[in-house]
């Protein structure tokens, strides 16, 4: 490339996060571009070689840097892309020999595969090559020496090369990325809205309190020391380019490494990384040293409910963290009070400081308690999340932020008045339902028992106490609720149970509740495995609170399965719909007259019956005499030849499983159903026939052909009598005249 090449302007095309173009914009300009069109996801602009030389090495918030050889407006067919990479003269900017790979992205209604989009522009520089007399290059896809960047959208093509090589975020310092780390240029967007650079000037302090793998305090170092952020990178795109001016490059690198020098000794602003993850903050250490910055960011272990300032700000300065925001519901019982935490902690230590929350949740944002002065759009990979930036209120100064450190000062819960109205008033009638149940709690032993149940209609949950934990179902809101105001009931809910109910977050379990078919009602929503032991009655049942809709324990059934046992001793139990087999415990361990005789247990889920398995195990009840069968109940009652004293018969609502021959709806099906189980119940036996069908009606055919006792009114402990349409539950016997 002639001097007169190298300062005459080029254009240019920088890539970054969608969100992000305005900041680069404003970017490329200060390092001596001309933005002449923002696009998304990018910006095109003007300048000399030395200007895009800089921006690679200098921008925090590029992704990519590339040299524009072709802008074309329709370009739709193969032909027409490879004629377009046929017409740049190659020979100016791959050297005989250079390895190659093409980066194709987007499509068009002819070229719907990036594979086939970047073969075509392969081809095109191959021809082109040919005719110049060059040797075609050689395609290496993992570490070429020269990358072509693609994109094709609507017909409109931009081609060119690749300056950066690999992504300009990937800074060289994240080997140990820790959990669910920023990305380095989203980090530094971050704080560039926060205003970092211009408080890093002042030489404000920086804390991160939920700093994980460190990225978004270790981009806040770089930035106040002036070293550029891709100093330590060894090979960029434009080292394998003909056009490469490498004296250029190493002055630009050499003036970086100065500056560098000079900022690492003039750093004014304190670096604060806390974490209370001790493999998170080991990462952070190691990426800080790789980053070249490990004196400049004082890590230290800690949860937020007990940070405090540290001793040596004097000034108020930036709060800016990342804390995670619960992409699954069931995460959310930790979260809320954790936002609530910083809320509390920032209100108390931090007066006037300025904090800068990135949330994917707005209304977690709002557990904080603290108002958003501006609020910026981010993508986080596929998520949208904000910025809240916030102005903690310096009228709230704490006596005690004078001394101590960071991780020492004991939490202290807030004082109801920081909960809404609604959210008092939950936890008001959960205070009330426990002192309705004492008694009751007390003589009958139980340790899980519903607490809440819709009671008041806006907070449409569940709450029920299994020990020392407690499951909460949400109940799906109709279409006519809205949903943002249903979140924030949620959100209500999380934030006192904790208080209400004496019990740690990790130990709150949340699910949404909705009608399930098919699969649906035996997938897993996790995987952890976590299960523990509960006692009901004389038995130990297993539990899971975490990876199922259910939890292995209907507790509206509780009186069933003790009628259950104190029918069962001696007789022949058949279980039908067996779930995990909780009802057979009860039937098998009996009462002081003893248990049932044997007993078979039938459900169609390998699932649910190896947990069956598992209880009857954990209760030392011998499975020869008890067994457990996998087939279909309509099925195994058809060709079943046995005979039973007690058949407990609790089907689901509605099924349609594949497993299944035929799909299930009980009231349609239940008067078959019930004349299948007759069929196998002994002349003075007795089948209780229970379902959750909200508006059951038992078909008359069956109050004619058996005598039928309508025992539904009985089966309701007090911690369900609120709802005494909960279930259905009949007691079924042959008639003597029959």
Not at 131 to 158: C, F, K, N, S, W
Not at 454 to 482: F, N, T
């Amino acid at each position: 490339m002639s001097e007169h090449q190298k300062k005459d302007a080029m254009i240019l095309f920088a890539t970054c996060p969608k969100g992000n173009e305005e900041l680069l914009a404003a970017e490329i300009g200060s390092l001596g571009g001309q933005a002449t069109k923002s696009t998304v996801a990018g910006v095109y602009f003007q300048a000399a070689l030395e200007v895009a030389y800089r921006a690679c090495l200098w921008s925090r918030l590029a992704n990519r840097i590339v040299l524009c050889l072709a802008r074309e407006e329709g370009v739709e067919r193969p032909e027409a892309l490879q004629a377009v990479a046929r017409r740049i003269d190659w020979t100016q900017h791959l050297a005989p020999g250079t390895t190659l790979a093409v980066d194709f992205h987007g499509q068009s209604e002819h070229i719907r595969h990036t594979r086939f989009g970047a073969q075509t522009v392969k081809d095109g520089v191959v021809d082109a090559l040919r005719e110049a007399g060059q040797e075609r290059p050689r395609v290496e896809l993992r570490q070429p020496d020269m990358r072509l960047y693609v994109h094709l959208h609507r017909g409109r093509l931009t081609l060119g090369i690749d300056l950066a090589g690999t992504s300009l975020h990937q800074r060289g310092y994240r080997r140990d990325p820790g959990h669910a780390p920023l990305k380095e240029n989203l980090a530094a967007a971050l704080l560039v809205r926060a205003d970092w650079p211009a408080r890093a000037k002042r030489g404000e302090p920086l804390i991160d309190p939920l700093c994980g793998s460190g990225t978004l305090v270790i981009e806040a170092g770089l930035m106040a020391a002036d070293i550029a952020p891709n100093l330590n990178r060894e090979r960029f795109g434009f080292h394998g380019w003909a056009g490469h001016d490498n004296v250029l490059w190493r002055e630009l690198k050499r003036e970086a490494e100065a500056r560098a020098s000079i900022g690492r000794r003039r750093i004014k602003s304190k670096l604060y990384g806390v974490d209370q993850s001790p493999q998170a903050l080991s990462a952070a250490k190691s990426n800080a040293m790789r980053a070249g910055i490990p004196a400049l960011i004082d890590f230290r272990g800690g949860a937020v409910a007990r940070l405090r300032r540290p001793e040596d700000c004097d000034e108020p300065g930036l709060m800016i963290t990342n804390p995670p925001y619960g992409e699954r519901i069931g995460e959310l019982p930790e979260l809320v009070p954790l936002y609530a935490d910083l809320g509390e902690r920032a209100r108390r230590e931090f007066p006037g400081w300025t904090l800068a929350l990135f949330t994917g949740n707005p209304e977690l944002g709002h557990r904080t308690g603290l108002r958003a002065r501006k609020q910026y759009v981010f993508k986080n990979g596929a998520l949208d999340c904000k910025l809240l930036l916030i102005d903690v209120p310096a009228n709230d100064v704490s006596e005690s932020s004078a001394s101590g450190t960071l991780e020492q000062a004991p939490s202290k819960p807030e004082s109801a008045s920081r909960h809404s109205e609604g959210a008092q008033m939950f936890a008001n009638r959960l205070e009330k339902n426990r002192k309705r149940l004492k008694k009751w709690l007390k003589q009958s032993g139980e340790s899980c028992y519903r607490l809440y149940d819709a009671d008041m209609p806006e907070y449409a949950l569940a709450v029920d106490v299994y020990g020392d934990r407690v499951h909460v179902q949400e109940y799906a809101p109709p279409k006519s609720v809205d949903a943002a105001q249903a979140q924030r009931r949620l959100m209500d809910a999380l934030g006192v149970i904790p208080e209400v109910l004496e019990v740690r977050p990790d130990r709150i379990y949340l699910k949404q509740r909705e009608r399930q078919t098919g699969k649906a009602q035996y997938q897993k929503r996790d995987s952890s495995g976590e299960r523990f032991q509960v006692r009901e009655g004389s038995a130990l049942l297993w539990v899971n609170l975490r990876d199922y809709l259910d939890t292995g324990l209907f507790l509206d059934h509780r009186p069933v399965r003790r009628r259950i046992a104190e029918m069962a001793a001696g007789k022949r139990f058949l279980n039908l719909f067996c779930y995990t087999g909780a009802a057979t415990v009860q039937a098998a361990l009996g009462n002081e007259k003893g248990g049932a005789s044997d007993s078979v247990s039938v459900d169609l889920s390998n699932t649910y019956l190896e947990w069956a398995r598992d209880n009857l195990a954990l209760n030392r009840i011998d499975p020869s005499r008890h067994r457990v069968v996998r087939e279909d109940c309509f099925h195994w009652l058809e060709t079943a030849g046995s005979e039973f004293d007690l058949i407990f018969l609790d089907p689901p609502t509605f099924s349609n499983s594949k497993k299944m021959e035929e799909s299930l709806d009980i009231q349609r099906d239940h008067g078959r159903l019930v004349d299948l189980a007759m069929a196998r119940l002994a002349p003075e036996g007795t089948l209780i026939f229970s379902n959750n069908q909200r508006r059951f009606k038992l078909d008359d055919g069956v109050r004619e052909r058996y005598a039928v006792e309508d025992i539904s009114a009985q089966t309701f402990d007090p911690d369900f009598q609120r709802r005494p349409n909960l279930h259905h539950c009949f007691l079924i016997r042959h008639r003597e005249d029959a």
